[in-house]
């Protein structure tokens, strides 16, 4: 099992940016596929993206496509979302989860190591 930290959530205006961090501990991620999920008040969580292990390979939910990052760093066990050009309806508790992966891909679900999540607000 792998623990994982979200940071960097925080109140921004529309248009603005974030960098969120998620700190592994545990296991190295190196055998892991990474992904950002989202939960906004009275909605399901969702996907938002996924890196493979080597981070060659990403996925981006329709929404985020464009706006947001996500990159990782193995030496330092830590995986990144950069987002950008944020709106309002970006506002969410914002998770980490890893997935643990035989191969080099992405995934949008089968995750099983989960963060406590960050709050991003973004006011307009």
């Known amino acids: 099992q792998v623990q994982l930290v979200e940071s960097g959530g925080g109140l921004v205006q529309a248009g603005g940016s974030l960098r969120l961090s998620c700190a592994a501990s ?24 996924s890196i493979s292990r080597s981070g060659g390979f990403a996925y981006y939910a329709d929404s985020v496509k464009g706006r947001f990052t996500i990159s990782r760093d193995n030496a330092k066990n830590t995986v990144y979302l950069q987002m950008s050009n944020l709106k309002p309806e970006d506002t969410a508790v914002y998770y980490c989860a890893a997935r643990r992966s035989l191969v080099d891909t992405i995934a949008r679900d089968g995750y099983a190591d989960w963060g406590q999540g960050t709050q991003v607000t973004v006011s307009s």
């Open 26 to 49: 545990g296991r190295t991620i190196s055998s892991y596929t990474m992904g950002w999920f989202r939960q906004a008040p009275g909605n399901d969580r969702e996907f938002v993206a």
